[in-house]
């Protein structure tokens, strides 16, 4: 059942590649307008990268749920501000789309009350599919309503976007679906190792991860286990016996032996084991040691790192500083292998790397932009430049999803164009 | 006539206005002075367990996540427990019934501390739970080491292998999770700010203790008086209950809390009373002559400790409780909280 939980995780998570992907497609029909949409579903589905990572059954999938939440809610708010702000000569059309934006965020801002209420259990789950169901509905009618409104494009990205949500909102109720099988149902093998030791094995064994969480277990006096934990990975490398001896040694004296420096909290059986097989040492002799400390650091300090600032420092850290242009990043990841993979993901993860190139020179960006709507009047102007287009697309429907191509050329410029105000937009988000 | 009546009344009521102001600069006082409370005592003996009633008395209880958390480790932990059962069995030289030799088997070949629990498994538990073999076993526990909620949990076996299992405040509060570190929980109590401390209790841990022996405003030192026949974790040779005294000696008469107020919780007092009948506290403490009965034991044992820790700058204070139980903890942190009070009020000069 686990592995088929995690498979499932999988399936969700490549929804959300798949669906940031037609996403930025479409943005870049709209050039520069939609790039902060764009660049949202990439952090989003970063974001979704990286909480894989952390993955467990208890609980932090519904904060990641409740993030993507307030990213969605975030984007909403800074694209009716910039709506506002744009050209006068377009108002009525940008308006109504301003109008559309405001009631969807409304829209998102109950969904996610009633998401809450559900997590508290102050509502049953039918009643939030039936609020799910209806809040589909009414964005379906909004987003009708305005049609005669509206240039085709809009239409376009408008319904995408409801189709966006309405798989995002399937995801949702599966994902809900999943942490409750955990809690009422799923007893069978909650103790379930694999996607247990994932998340803390994932913090252990990354370099990041082991800095903050080590910095967390410093002020709580309990960084021993993890000095501990590491010293017998080192350990465990060691090939020739004459040097694994005296390491043994050294890390019996360190941390086992009674009264020891950094002693960590083991009973007297496997202290005394240890001691006993420590002068024909093997690659094993820690191994039960090194299972207590996990579970000391496991039952003791992983809900608190979870919630501490620690935690949130990594988790910046671990978002490469730009990785809009570095989507690729080497963050180590729970294998996604997805078939469905569309060619059109494949040709952005190329157009994002060679971009990675081109950054240098492509600063020439005016210097006076402030956070965080620094990129509006950048925006403006490319919006000015590039209106015909944008209100009357010209492109031929090809297969893509929403029927738009994706454009090599179209996104060059882009990302030559958009690279200076990326920074500002983001920092703000992760603020929050 | 009417006067006279008159000045009387306002001197009455200049009296009673300087009253409630008084008592509103006492509240205020209370209100302001963060409390910092110091729980410590050897491993095991609780003090982890009054964090948690404090969380349940003067928080909202446990989230959705701890139990999550204390689900998983009551369910390893069951299998942890029929383990060093099957142990003890094999080391008391008592047979199984013979349709369980093989589970106990497989038992025993399971990896140690991994975490493993199956539907199989917890089924296994229960057959081997119910063998008498393992029931003798479990009445020999203090020859090894198990911890004391097993017999509460191995007793609720079939409510916590149920597909709906979720602990309930009993569960989370018998469940043992042993403490490293250094933790800080800020609570509100009665408005006022207290800050508590809990440590592990081991003796790897108590190094780490001095840290937050600063601004100490009274120091709980938990002794579980049930341990009088028991070992040391750390040692398998020390008594746990000399190790405690000892413990208690040294720490209380620290440089940094010889002069602050401090209460003994005796705790586990009820598995003390079931101990009490079978195995006599004369036989781990010479110097004990009394009759062996609750009363005289525990009053031996108290006197111990008061001596102990006996100076001219403090008080002790001595309560006795079952830590799991929420009232008698309500109780005895009401009853810490009115020392604190009149604490704070002598050190302004109110009392």
């Given at each position: ?11 969700i ?15 870049c ?85 009633m ?7 102050n509502?049953?789950?039918e ?11 009414d ?5 009708e ?14 319904n ?28 069978v ?6 996607t ?22 410093k ?71 090194k ?34 242009f ?8 729970t294998s ?43 925006m ?31 996104s ?21 | ?16 206005n ?33 964090l ?29 427990y ?63 080491q ?36 250094v ?5 509100l ?28 405003t009274?120091l ?51 598995l ?16 004990f ?13 108290k ?24 009232n ?24």
């Amino acid at each position: 059942m686990s592995i088929l939980q995690e498979s499932k995780f999988i399936d969700i998570q490549s929804t959300f590649l798949r669906l940031a992907n037609v996403v930025s497609n479409m943005a870049c029909n709209f050039d520069n307008l939609l790039y902060s949409i764009q660049s949202l579903f990439k952090y989003l589905t970063h974001l979704l990268r990286n909480y894989s990572m952390f993955f467990d059954p208890q609980g932090t999938l519904n904060s990641s749920i409740k993030k993507i939440q307030n990213i969605l809610l975030k984007m909403l708010e800074e694209w009716s501000q910039f709506f506002i702000e744009c050209d006068s000569k377009h108002i009525q059309k940008v308006h109504s789309l301003y109008l559309i934006c405001r009631k969807i965020q409304d829209q998102l801002k109950e969904r996610e009350i009633m998401l809450e209420k559900l997590e508290n259990e102050n509502i049953q789950n039918e009643q939030f599919q039936q609020f799910e169901n209806n809040l589909l509905k009414d964005m379906e009618i909004i987003i009708e309503k305005r049609h005669d409104f509206l240039s085709e494009t809009f239409i376009q990205f408008s319904n995408g976007f409801l189709n966006f949500f309405k798989q995002y909102s399937e995801k949702t109720k599966e994902i809900l679906l999943l942490v409750q099988d955990k809690s009422h149902t799923e007893i069978v093998d909650m103790e379930d190792p694999i996607t247990e030791a994932s998340s803390i094995e994932f913090i252990f064994r990354n370099k990041y991860g082991r800095k903050f969480l080590g910095n967390f277990l410093k002020k709580e006096f309990c960084f021993e286990n993890l000095d501990f934990f590491i010293e017998v990975e080192n350990y465990k490398k060691i090939e020739d016996p004459i040097e694994m001896h005296k390491k043994a040694q050294e890390i019996y004296n360190k941390f086992v032996k009674e009264n020891s420096e950094s002693e960590i909290n083991i009973e007297y059986g496997i202290r005394n084991q240890i001691k006993n097989q420590l002068p024909n040492a093997d690659s094993t002799i820690f191994d039960q040691a090194k299972q207590i400390v996990i579970r000391l650091i496991k039952t003791n300090s992983l809900s608190r790192f979870l919630e501490s600032e620690d935690f949130e420092k990594l988790i910046q850290r671990l978002q490469p500083k730009q990785f809009l242009f570095t989507e690729k990043s080497n963050i180590p990841m729970t294998s996604i292998s997805d078939p469905t993979t569309t060619q059109s993901q494949i040709e952005t993860d190329s157009e994002i790397s060679i971009d990675e190139s081109l950054n240098d020179d492509a600063s020439d960006s005016d210097e006076s932009f402030h956070a965080p709507f620094s990129f509006l009047p950048a925006m403006k102007k490319s919006i000015l430049r590039s209106k015909s287009e944008l209100f009357h697309p010209e492109q031929k429907e090809s297969e893509t999803f929403f029927g738009h191509r994706f454009t090599r050329s179209n996104s060059l410029l882009l990302f030559q164009q958009q690279k200076s105000f990326s920074k500002p937009f983001f920092s703000q988000i992760n603020e929050n | 006539m009417g006067n006279k009546n008159l000045k009387k009344k306002r001197k009455e009521e200049i009296a009673r206005n300087e009253l409630v102001e008084q008592e509103l600069k006492k509240s205020d006082l209370v209100q302001k002075q963060q409390v910092k409370l110091l729980i410590l005592g050897a491993g095991d003996s609780g003090k982890s367990t009054l964090l948690k009633q404090m969380q349940i008395l003067y928080k909202d209880g446990f989230s959705k996540e701890d139990k999550q958390l204390y689900r998983n480790v009551i369910r390893t932990n069951i299998i942890t427990y029929i383990k060093i059962l099957l142990k003890g069995v094999q080391m008391l030289d008592l047979k199984l019934h013979k349709s369980n030799e093989k589970i106990a088997e497989d038992f025993l070949n399971l990896p140690d501390i991994i975490d493993s629990f199956t539907p199989n498994s917890i089924l296994a538990s229960k057959q081997l739970w119910n063998d008498p073999a393992m029931k003798m076993s479990f009445e020999k526990r203090a020859q090894f080491q198990l911890a004391d909620s097993a017999g509460y949990f191995l007793d609720n076996i079939d409510r916590i292998a149920s597909e709906n299992y979720k602990p309930s405040d009993q569960d989370i509060l018998n469940c043992r999770i042993s403490t490293t570190g250094v933790k800080v929980v800020e609570f509100l109590v009665n408005n006022q700010p207290w800050k508590v401390v809990d440590v592990g209790g081991q003796r790897s841990e108590r190094k780490k203790w001095i840290h937050h022996f600063d601004d100490t405003t009274l120091l709980i030192y938990v002794v579980a008086v049930n341990e009088y026949d028991q070992k040391l974790f750390e040692d398998n040779t020390t008594n746990r209950l000399h190790e405690s005294l000892k413990l208690f000696e040294t720490t209380a008469n620290n440089q940094f809390l010889s002069n602050k107020n401090c209460v003994i919780l005796f705790n586990k007092t009820d598995l003390f009373k079931d101990k009490i009948q079978k195995v006599n506290f004369n036989k781990c403490f010479e110097d004990f002559k009394g009759s062996n009965n609750y009363e005289e034991v525990i009053k031996f044992i108290k006197t111990l400790f008061v001596k102990a820790g006996k100076n001219t700058k403090r008080s002790i204070f001595v309560h006795y409780s079952c830590a799991t139980n929420t009232n008698e903890i309500r109780f005895v942190f009401d009853a810490v909280q009115s020392t604190i009070l009149e604490n704070i009020l002598k050190e302004q000069g109110f009392m």
